[in-house]
């Protein structure tokens, strides 16, 4: 298992993602912003929302605005804060992306490198249907795979557990070493890991028909 990354190293890592996520969502056309994400039930516009607020947030001021718009439940505060936050106007969106990168919220009990997962898998989910081009995979999706793993944060005890990934076009690999192997580009394995079946989709292997299945 890769040693994790110090957590200054991280909060960078969040930053960088942040704005390179603000300059490929500057050559969306307008009318990608209303299409569906791969985020079920949320628009384009609401995925960055969400990933606007988080940025601009604090951990505090999170759990009381979620619970003020949805007292019932926190993912419904969640998804309201997000949709209300997207009703932005595009432009203004990605500016304010751009602009708090830096932001330090992570959710109660867990390190930046969820923020770096979110950003990653929230852009994905953006990008890939409208058209644009997704990050390429590198040491700081290796980061976030592993944390996947190590916290059971996405599919925890399901059969992603026992699938040894690896990412091509990376050069690296999370999972047990003798379970059946998942194939493809690091950015699906991370969608994979994340519970969408649209980077299940892009893999290959005995460790891809296990999770199709």
Same mark, same amino acid.
Not at 98 to 116: K, M, S, Y
Not at 195 to 213: I, K
């Given at each position: 298992?890769?040693?994790?990354? &110090?957590?200054?190293?991280?909060?960078?890592?969040?930053?960088?993602?942040?704005?390179?996520?603000?300059?490929?969502?500057?050559?969306?056309?307008?009318?990608?912003? &209303?299409? &569906?994400?791969?985020?079920?039930?949320?628009?384009?516009?609401?995925?960055?929302?969400?990933?606007?607020?988080?940025?601009?947030?604090?951990?505090?001021?999170?759990?009381?605005?979620?619970?003020?718009?949805?007292?019932?439940?926190?993912?419904?505060?969640?998804?309201?804060?997000?949709?209300?936050?997207?009703?932005?106007?595009?432009?203004?969106?990605?500016?304010?992306?751009?602009?708090?990168?830096?932001?330090?919220?992570?959710?109660?009990?867990?390190?930046?490198?969820?923020?770096?997962?979110?950003? +990653?898998?929230?852009?994905?989910?953006?990008?890939?249907?409208?058209?644009?081009?997704?990050?390429?995979?590198?040491?700081?999706?290796?980061?976030?795979?592993? +944390?996947?793993?190590?916290?059971? +944060?996405?599919?925890?005890?399901? =059969?992603?557990?026992?699938?040894? +990934?690896?990412?091509?076009?990376?050069?690296?690999?999370?999972?047990?070493?003798?379970?059946?192997?998942?194939?493809? =580009?690091?950015?699906?394995?991370?969608?994979?890991?994340?519970?969408?079946?649209?980077?299940?989709?892009?893999?290959?292997?005995?460790?891809? &028909?296990?999770?199709?299945?």
């Amino acid at each position: 298992m890769p040693a994790s990354p &110090d957590t200054a190293t991280v909060r960078t890592w969040v930053a960088e993602a942040r704005v390179d996520l603000a300059d490929r969502l500057d050559a969306l056309p307008a009318e990608a912003w &209303d299409a &569906d994400s791969l985020c079920a039930g949320w628009r384009v516009r609401d995925v960055i929302g969400h990933l606007v607020h988080l940025a601009e947030t604090s951990r505090a001021r999170m759990v009381v605005e979620a619970a003020r718009v949805a007292p019932a439940t926190l993912n419904g505060g969640v998804t309201k804060l997000a949709r209300r936050a997207g009703a932005a106007e595009p432009a203004d969106l990605v500016r304010r992306l751009r602009e708090a990168g830096g932001g330090g919220f992570t959710p109660p009990g867990i390190g930046p490198v969820a923020a770096l997962g979110e950003t +990653f898998v929230h852009g994905s989910d953006v990008l890939r249907p409208t058209g644009g081009t997704p990050r390429p995979a590198d040491e700081r999706t290796l980061a976030v795979a592993v +944390f996947y793993r190590r916290t059971g +944060f996405a599919f925890g005890s399901r =059969p992603a557990a026992k699938v040894r +990934f690896t990412a091509d076009d990376a050069g690296w690999s999370v999972g047990p070493e003798d379970g059946p192997p998942a194939h493809g =580009p690091g950015e699906a394995v991370l969608l994979a890991l994340a519970g969408r079946p649209e980077g299940v989709a892009d893999l290959t292997g005995p460790g891809a &028909d296990r999770l199709s299945r």
